[in-house]
């Protein structure tokens, strides 16, 4: 009798209660990659913060310069700080620098156009990200007679 009882097989409630457990872990599955497509929009792509350290080492660099000046084509810019000469310029897909006209270090990778341009004691950088997105800093010259 006993055996009768326990081995009654698979019932509709027990269905019920396997279905019921499927919809509620797909929605936690759905859930779960909205939130994780939210996490790596904000947190993955660097864009803003690589975009925001470029701009304070430009910042620190254009300060307190001995001379400066732009390049051909508003590439680039020119300019002597602490006696060393430093090129900062648009190439390709990336923003370099170049001191005393030895090698070149990528300052800013990722870009589809960029755009420097020195109006009186200002420098405007302008870039275009692949992802779309567009930058713009203005930096002040400080020259100083060194």
């Given at each position: 009798?006993?055996?009768?009882?326990?081995?009654?097989?698979y019932?509709?409630?027990?269905?019920?209660?396997?279905?019921?457990?499927?919809?509620?872990?797909?929605?936690?599955?759905?859930f779960?990659?909205?939130?994780?497509?939210?996490?790596?929009?904000?947190?993955?792509?660097?864009?803003?913060?690589?975009?925001?350290?470029f701009?304070?080492?430009?910042?620190s660099?254009?300060?307190?310069?001995?001379?400066?000046?732009?390049?051909?084509?508003?590439?680039?810019?020119?300019?002597?700080?602490?006696?060393?000469?430093?090129?900062?310029e648009?190439?390709?897909?990336?923003?370099?620098?170049?001191?005393?006209?030895?090698?070149?270090?990528?300052?800013?990778?990722?870009?589809?156009?960029?755009?420097?341009?020195?109006?009186?004691?200002?420098?405007?950088?302008?870039?275009?990200?692949?992802?779309?997105?567009?930058?713009e800093?203005?930096?002040?010259?400080?020259?100083?007679?060194?």
């Amino acid at each position: 009798m006993r055996h009768l009882l326990t081995s009654r097989g698979y019932t509709f409630i027990d269905a019920i209660l396997q279905l019921s457990a499927l919809m509620l872990f797909s929605q936690l599955i759905l859930f779960y990659s909205v939130w994780f497509k939210q996490v790596e929009r904000y947190f993955f792509h660097a864009e803003p913060i690589e975009w925001e350290i470029f701009s304070l080492d430009i910042e620190s660099y254009v300060s307190t310069v001995t001379t400066m000046g732009e390049q051909l084509n508003q590439n680039g810019i020119r300019f002597v700080k602490n006696g060393e000469e430093f090129d900062i310029e648009c190439y390709q897909s990336s923003i370099r620098k170049q001191k005393n006209r030895l090698g070149h270090e990528p300052m800013l990778t990722g870009l589809n156009s960029c755009k420097v341009q020195l109006i009186g004691d200002y420098v405007i950088i302008q870039v275009d990200f692949e992802n779309g997105r567009n930058e713009e800093r203005t930096y002040e010259v400080s020259i100083s007679s060194q």
